[in-house]
């Protein structure tokens, strides 16, 4: 899944943040236990274990976010950060457990009573919905519901920029158009899924695929009552089916969740809906925003993406028991576009990862402490497909570049002088924008120029996202983030590789790659019903990609981020990338 945005400018300050991280690690530990300044309950307290928990309802949940969600419509939604939000107010028929850490990745039943009946060689999965499950009105939430839900996917000229996992799965042929072109009388026209009566629902697969209820887990999986659809405004004001509802939503300002209080705890056994309400700001001033989580103001981050660098310093050095240094799943990287020419040779693009000092982006970006691993593999190292191959020698030259072998790369693809080219980066990610300045810098000393262009993340889906624009603006570079959808080579990988994952607005395809080899490959892995066999079929696929230097991975992300001291029940989840498990998260008014 793509990361959101976030804007700071790089300063001498990078290794002070490392040195304090290596100051205070030493002094205290990886875990903590609340020593030192603050008041929270413990450097790393939330690393795979539950901080401060405890079962306290009421009060308001403050979270400041730099960036808006993508979308409030779960449908549409793609950001990881958005799918966790989402968990206050739409519910699916599985979803993940309230536990930390890799715990957090299991599939338990939600709407359903169960966990789906699996039959038919894997291709028919059944589900009881729960009793006592009802919408923000009182209102029974049916089978139907969540089939409509699902049907909205399919309407991809208005509900555009989600996954399209259930899509591929349930119809890949594409022969239904989505509930606003189905001629049927209840809109429910599509024959993959059955609701023999308003409890049951059945899913029909042309084919098995072992990462199905993944797929049911994520928000676009979520029912919607069809008489609520407001289709692509539907955004403006989602109808709840969760523990909260919306009382405010002002897009790039504020979001106001309060409790429903048609929704039934005994129906639910996933959300622990402690807050009384949930107020979310949005500002783009990154700094200013550290500084209030710091002064008690807010208590956690939206976005999930980690502090700034000065506000990681000041916080390292005076509040270390209220931060968490969070592994993730996200890989940072640049795609490197093939409709755009030079990159169209693939030896044009084999310079690019020659001439890159991986060590210095490690160093703009904060240190190996504070920003993460230089990454060789395209593959998280959490996720099957992963492997040590390393075909520029990153590694084995601790990151840095090799200008010989990048001018010798360049004088095969015929351009001996060099190339120019344009690269883009959101200016609201921590610190992409100056890691582009810094990849820059770099690529000019073998002869590569590059341009940097600059953009709001909230745009992405309708410029980077969209290969005609792209190709308009002359863009042949991206520099972004990416994580995995579910803990799988197919829910990392497939969006970013499968050709037939292109798409005209919400592409995440971003090297425009059509290579029938690599689709070919995802179909193996994902037909696979061995684990460890799939693993080596996405080690294949990683080693074409590099092979190809398709997409150009540089950073296995990790983050410093904020825990405020009022919070309670807060833990990192492997099911959202390291971020906290927003739906358990309580407060305490003590502080």
Same mark, same amino acid.
């Given at each position: 899944?793509?990361?959101?945005?976030?804007?700071?400018?790089?300063?001498?300050?990078?290794?002070?943040? @490392?040195?304090?991280?290596?100051?205070?690690?030493?002094?205290?530990?990886?875990?903590?236990?609340?020593?030192?300044?603050?008041?929270?309950?413990?450097?790393?307290?939330?690393?795979?274990?539950?901080?401060?928990?405890?079962?306290?309802?009421?009060?308001?949940? #403050?979270?400041?976010?730099?960036?808006?969600?993508?979308?409030?419509?779960?449908?549409?939604?793609?950001?990881?950060?958005?799918?966790?939000?989402?968990?206050?107010?739409?519910?699916?028929?599985?979803?993940?457990?309230?536990?930390?850490?890799?715990?957090?990745?299991?599939? @338990? $039943?939600?709407?359903?009573?169960?966990?789906?009946?699996?039959?038919?060689?894997?291709?028919?999965?059944?589900?009881?919905?729960?009793?006592?499950?009802?919408?923000?009105?009182?209102?029974?939430?049916?089978?139907?519901?969540?089939?409509?839900?699902?049907?909205?996917?399919?309407?991809?000229?208005?509900?555009?920029?989600?996954?399209?996992?259930?899509?591929?799965?349930?119809?890949?042929?594409?022969?239904?158009?989505? $509930?606003?072109?189905?001629?049927?009388?209840?809109?429910?026209?599509?024959?993959?899924?059955?609701? $023999?009566?308003?409890?049951?629902?059945?899913?029909?697969?042309?084919?098995?695929?072992?990462?199905?209820?993944?797929?049911?887990?994520?928000?676009?999986?979520?029912?919607?009552?069809?008489?609520?659809?407001?289709?692509?405004?539907?955004?403006?004001?989602?109808?709840?089916?969760?523990?909260?509802?919306?009382?405010?939503?002002?897009?790039?300002?504020?979001?106001?969740?309060?409790?429903?209080?048609?929704?039934?705890?005994?129906?639910?056994?996933?959300?622990?809906?402690?807050?009384?309400?949930?107020?979310?700001?949005?500002?783009?001033?990154?700094?200013?925003?550290?500084?209030?989580?710091?002064?008690?103001?807010?208590?956690?981050?939206?976005?999930?993406?980690?502090?700034?660098?000065?506000?990681?310093?000041?916080?390292?050095?005076?509040?270390?028991?209220?931060?968490?240094?969070?592994?993730?799943?996200?890989?940072?990287?640049?795609?490197?576009?093939?409709?755009?020419?030079?990159?169209?040779?693939?030896?044009?693009?084999?310079?690019?990862?020659?001439?890159?000092?991986?060590?210095?982006?490690?160093?703009?970006?904060?240190?190996?402490?504070?920003?993460?691993?230089?990454?060789?593999?395209?593959?998280?190292?959490?996720?099957?497909?992963?492997?040590?191959?390393?075909?520029?020698?990153?590694?084995?030259?601790?990151?840095?570049?090799?200008?010989?072998?990048?001018?010798?790369?360049?004088?095969?693809?015929?351009?001996?002088?060099?190339?120019?080219?344009?690269?883009?980066?959101?200016?609201?990610?921590?610190?992409?924008?100056?890691?582009?300045?810094?990849?820059?810098?770099?690529?000019?000393?073998?002869?590569?120029?590059?341009?940097?262009?600059?953009?709001?993340?909230?745009?992405?889906?309708?410029?980077?996202?969209? $290969?005609?624009? @792209?190709?308009?603006?002359?863009?042949?570079?991206?520099?972004?983030?990416?994580?995995?959808?579910?803990?799988?080579?197919?829910?990392?990988?497939?969006?970013?590789?499968?050709? #037939?994952?292109?798409?005209?607005?919400?592409?995440?395809?971003?090297?425009?790659?059509?290579?029938?080899?690599?689709?070919?490959?995802?179909?193996?892995?994902?037909?696979?019903?061995?684990?460890?066999?799939?693993?080596?079929?996405?080690?294949?696929?990683?080693?074409?990609?590099?092979?190809?230097?398709?997409?150009?991975?540089?950073?296995?992300?990790?983050?410093?981020?904020?825990?405020?001291?009022?919070?309670?029940?807060?833990?990192?989840?492997?099911?959202?990338?390291?971020?906290?498990?927003?739906?358990?998260?309580?407060?305490?008014?003590?502080?």
């Amino acid at each position: 899944m793509p990361t959101v945005s976030s804007k700071r400018r790089l300063t001498a300050g990078a290794a002070l943040v @490392v040195a304090a991280l290596v100051t205070t690690t030493a002094c205290g530990g990886g875990d903590g236990d609340g020593e030192g300044k603050g008041k929270g309950a413990g450097y790393n307290a939330a690393l795979n274990k539950v901080a401060n928990p405890s079962k306290k309802a009421g009060g308001t949940l #403050r979270m400041v976010g730099k960036q808006d969600l993508d979308s409030a419509d779960p449908q549409r939604a793609y950001y990881g950060m958005s799918w966790d939000f989402m968990r206050f107010y739409t519910r699916q028929l599985v979803s993940y457990d309230t536990k930390p850490g890799k715990a957090g990745t299991k599939l @338990v $039943p939600d709407l359903a009573e169960a966990n789906g009946k699996i039959s038919d060689g894997g291709k028919t999965y059944t589900y009881t919905l729960r009793d006592g499950v009802t919408w923000e009105d009182g209102s029974p939430l049916t089978s139907k519901d969540v089939k409509y839900g699902i049907e909205r996917i399919w309407a991809t000229d208005t509900i555009t920029g989600g996954p399209q996992y259930l899509m591929k799965a349930l119809d890949p042929k594409g022969e239904y158009k989505g $509930p606003y072109k189905d001629s049927s009388k209840d809109k429910l026209g599509l024959k993959a899924i059955e609701t $023999p009566d308003d409890k049951t629902i059945v899913f029909k697969l042309p084919k098995p695929n072992g990462d199905f209820e993944q797929f049911l887990a994520m928000p676009s999986g979520s029912p919607v009552k069809a008489a609520k659809d407001t289709k692509a405004k539907y955004t403006q004001r989602p109808f709840s089916s969760g523990p909260y509802k919306f009382s405010q939503y002002k897009p790039g300002k504020k979001i106001i969740l309060v409790r429903n209080d048609k929704w039934k705890k005994d129906s639910d056994p996933i959300r622990a809906a402690l807050p009384d309400k949930v107020d979310v700001t949005i500002s783009a001033n990154l700094e200013e925003n550290d500084k209030r989580l710091m002064a008690g103001d807010y208590d956690v981050d939206l976005n999930g993406t980690g502090m700034t660098q000065s506000g990681r310093v000041t916080a390292i050095q005076k509040h270390r028991s209220s931060i968490d240094n969070m592994h993730t799943s996200f890989v940072r990287y640049v795609a490197l576009i093939h409709t755009a020419k030079p990159f169209d040779n693939v030896h044009c693009r084999k310079a690019v990862f020659y001439g890159t000092d991986f060590a210095a982006l490690q160093q703009t970006r904060g240190g190996k402490l504070a920003a993460g691993d230089i990454a060789n593999s395209t593959f998280p190292k959490a996720i099957p497909g992963y492997s040590d191959y390393d075909p520029y020698g990153v590694l084995e030259r601790k990151g840095k570049p090799d200008a010989a072998k990048a001018k010798d790369e360049l004088k095969k693809c015929n351009k001996p002088d060099g190339f120019s080219a344009k690269i883009t980066a959101r200016n609201n990610n921590p610190g992409e924008e100056d890691t582009a300045e810094a990849l820059q810098a770099q690529l000019k000393k073998v002869g590569i120029n590059l341009s940097v262009e600059t953009l709001d993340g909230a745009d992405s889906s309708s410029i980077t996202g969209s $290969p005609s624009v @792209v190709k308009k603006r002359g863009y042949s570079m991206q520099m972004s983030g990416w994580g995995p959808d579910f803990p799988s080579g197919q829910g990392y990988a497939q969006p970013l590789f499968d050709s #037939r994952f292109l798409a005209e607005t919400g592409n995440y395809n971003e090297s425009q790659i059509k290579d029938k080899k690599i689709d070919g490959l995802f179909d193996k892995a994902i037909a696979e019903t061995d684990p460890v066999k799939a693993g080596e079929t996405y080690k294949a696929l990683d080693k074409r990609i590099l092979d190809q230097a398709d997409w150009m991975p540089f950073l296995y992300e990790k983050n410093i981020t904020w825990r405020g001291p009022r919070l309670t029940n807060a833990y990192m989840s492997d099911a959202f990338n390291g971020r906290y498990d927003y739906v358990s998260l309580g407060v305490n008014d003590k502080k």
